[in-house]
């Protein structure tokens, strides 16, 4: 598409503030010693002109709701991010730029959610910060449907994504840009860092598709900018053009060169390396700045971007001024919308989580988790649901919902509350990501647990980033039955409950699955991944919302036991079943339910101590890898392969894990450590 002529208008220190990021980037990853120097050099007149001409934001309130949003998907180009937001006034001294990458700086080597002022999402494995973007406009798409109203424009802001060529090779960044496309998705615009270098050099040795072309072919406005060195105007029209396309998201190729400025500009060996001395001092000299000077910046560079600042603060302003009319015509949707700002759950919420009992009928967890949604979709308007291809197998779409949509298709509309991701479980996550990021939404996700891994990449941000992503993971064991090993997670669990600040749940019944809910929907501060079944599983005598949201509880006691079988999710009840077999023997056994690993291990010592007592060994029981379960048990019985295909009963039979097999298995590990002799202490009992 041809470019808008617009009024870009110069300004007399446009060339200052350019080279000022130019030497800052360089002397930056100097000091460290450790850095990537040349994106920030060739993006720098890209970043000028968006962030003085075009983002609205306020750098003294860095949460402001309706700020446009940045994201730097290359993430070792931070330097450049921690540049402009230093220079706007951020929370971000030219002393932490002197600190860059070293221990406990807010100038960590790849940006940091939650860590350094003004950072909206983690970004450094490639691509994810791209599919962040789009789960960003997906976010102010979706609220500025639901609550602007005539004369209330609350929600229109952009997101402005910088990417790289890595980006661009990552699968997680074309599943993400063909679902956008899909979506026509008009306030996402995509600035493409085209310099044609990568760590192993040119970027011919690997990467010489059609860029233009392959996002024609997704939807996506294309647009070009010849000269990303130099032609500021160009720069400004392009995104001038790509602002004014409401109808489908925006990529502006520019080619720029890395490293510009420096001896070994265009080349990678500027990528990654910091530049030397002479080098340093050449580029200050090229651009009229003192060479003897480290992190030297022009008081106009300064007081250019703190009318930029005052634009932002007087642009908050009167948003909040509007949002105070709003509240006198819209009194509801104004409380709705303020308590969803500020990351509130409405006042007995949970009241509308079902309670289960005994006597209720066997279902699957997957439906337990349907009806739990559906119990509290009307009354937690910020859930916002999908699944990746996988909805009448996942149970994730509420009866009644629509579909997000865009209007003109006839499929939904944009207030609808459900994702249909497709087949894209690595974009699904990266963009749920970007969804919790903008603020006011809690998205829930679905699909098999063994396609979580899929996904692993945005998984791990996720917890890195302290996201709050709900994770529907069903068919989570051998019980998924016919479909085989290649869809039966055997190590996908361990690898979950082994992410730091992630709950991996896997309820054994109603109640349990309840109670993942409320602590997940309680946490917010962490993703969670609720692991389902796709078998029947009995409601259990025992089980309690409230004892389950500890993560581990006793489901069964006896006095003096001869053993205790600890397990989580479907085999909970077999190994009740066992218990039962054991008893009639004569052999005392207690059953304990684990759903969650890391919240059991948040509670105090003396309650989990109760739990997994000493005084007899303790069995671990899962159909999954028994890696892990060493922390809580002194034996475990599992799986050490692949599962197989068949009708899940026979599947289950073929392991051993029936009540009949455990029972027998529980009679070895009794008689075993009866034979050893000594106390038998909890393994929760350790030193460290």
């Known amino acids: 598409m041809s470019v808008m002529v617009s009024n870009f208008t110069p300004e007399p220190t446009d060339a200052a503030c350019v080279a000022t990021i130019r030497t800052l980037a360089a002397d930056v990853v100097a000091k460290a010693n450790s850095g990537h120097p040349g994106a920030p050099m060739g993006l720098a007149p890209a970043a000028h002109v968006l962030f003085t001409r075009f983002f ?13 949003r940045f994201v730097l998907s290359n993430g070792h180009a931070c330097a450049l991010q921690y540049i402009i937001l230093h220079l706007l006034g951020y929370k971000l001294s030219i002393d932490d730029l002197k600190a860059f990458r070293q221990v406990d700086s807010l100038t960590p080597g790849h940006p940091e959610a939650n860590h350094t002022d003004g950072i909206e999402v983690t970004t450094g494995p490639l691509g994810q910060g791209f599919a962040n973007g789009v789960g960003l406009a997906i976010a102010q798409t979706h609220l500025g449907a639901v609550y602007n109203r005539e004369n209330f424009d609350l929600i229109n802001n952009y997101t402005y994504v910088f990417t790289g060529d890595g980006c661009l090779m990552e699968g997680v960044s074309s599943e993400a840009a063909s679902l956008a ?32 072309q392959r996002f024609l072919a997704y939807g996506w406005q294309v647009l070009r900018v010849d000269n990303g060195d130099n032609d500021l105007s160009a720069i400004y029209n392009a995104i001038a053009t790509a602002r004014e396309e409401k109808g489908r998201p925006t990529i502006i190729c520019l080619r720029t060169t890395i490293g510009y400025g420096s001896k070994q500009q265009g080349t990678h060996g500027v990528h990654g390396s910091p530049l030397k001395a002479d080098d340093i001092q050449a580029l200050k000299s090229k651009f009229g700045f003192p060479p003897d000077q480290s992190f030297y910046v022009p008081k106009e560079t300064y007081a250019a971007y703190q009318a930029v600042a005052l634009r932002g603060a007087q642009l908050e302003a009167a948003w909040v001024s509007l949002f105070a009319e709003y509240a006198n015509v819209y009194p509801n949707e104004h409380a709705e919308l303020a308590r969803r700002i500020a990351g509130k759950l409405p006042e007995g919420w949970e009241r509308r989580l079902p309670i289960y009992k005994p006597t209720d009928p066997a279902q699957a967890s997957r439906k337990l988790s349907e009806i739990t949604l559906s119990a509290l979709y009307s009354v937690l308007p910020e859930l916002l649901g999908g699944s990746a291809d996988l909805t009448g197998s996942n149970l994730t779409r509420v009866k009644g919902s629509v579909d997000f949509q865009p209007p003109d298709t006839g499929l939904g509309d944009y207030g609808g509350r459900y994702i249909r991701y497709g087949v894209r479980e690595h974009g699904m996550g990266a963009i749920a990501n970007g969804l919790s990021a903008y603020g006011a939404i809690i998205p829930y996700v ?74 997940a929907l309680e946490t917010r501060t962490a993703p969670s991944v609720i692991s389902l079944s796709r078998q029947n599983l009995p409601n259990l005598e025992g089980s309690t919302i409230e004892r389950a949201s500890r993560g581990g509880y006793v489901l069964y006691d006896v006095e003096g036991e001869d053993l205790t079988i600890v397990s989580s999710g479907s085999e909970v009840a077999i190994g009740l ?45 899962e159909a999954l890898s028994t890696l892990g379960w060493q922390r809580y048990s002194h034996e475990q019985y599992g799986l050490d392969g692949w599962g197989a295909s068949g009708p899940y009963t026979k599947v289950y039979e073929k392991f051993g894990i029936t009540g009949t097999n455990i029972a027998s298995v529980s009679k070895r590990v009794i008689a075993f450590y009866k034979q050893k002799g000594g106390e038998v202490v909890s393994p929760l009992v350790k030193a460290l």
């Open 56 to 68: 609205n934001a306020n750098p003294t309130n860095s949460k402001w709701f309706n700020r446009d």
């Open 181 to 212: 496309g899909h979506l026509k998705l008009g306030n996402l615009i995509v600035i493409y860092d085209d310099n044609h270098i990568s760590i192993d050099g040119d970027t011919a040795v690997a990467f010489t598709e059609n860029v233009e």
């Open 446 to 519: 679905g699909t098999f647990l063994n396609f979580v891994s899929y996904a692993a990449g945005a998984v791990r941000l996720s917890a890195l980033s302290k996201h709050q992503v709900i994770w529907v993971a069903t068919h989570d064991s051998i019980g998924l039955g016919e479909d085989g090993p290649t869809h039966q997670p055997i190590e996908t669990a361990a690898h979950l409950r082994a992410i730091p600040n992630l709950d991996f749940w896997r309820p054994a019944d109603g109640n349990e699955t309840s109670a993942a809910y409320l602590v």
């Open 577 to 621: 079943e066992a218990a039962s077999k054991l008893k009639a023997e004569g052999i005392n056994v207690r059953v304990v339910s684990l759903p969650c690993w890391s919240v059991f291990d948040k509670q105090e010592k003396e309650y989990r101590l109760s739990v997994l007592r000493s005084g007899a060994p303790i069995l671990s029981l």
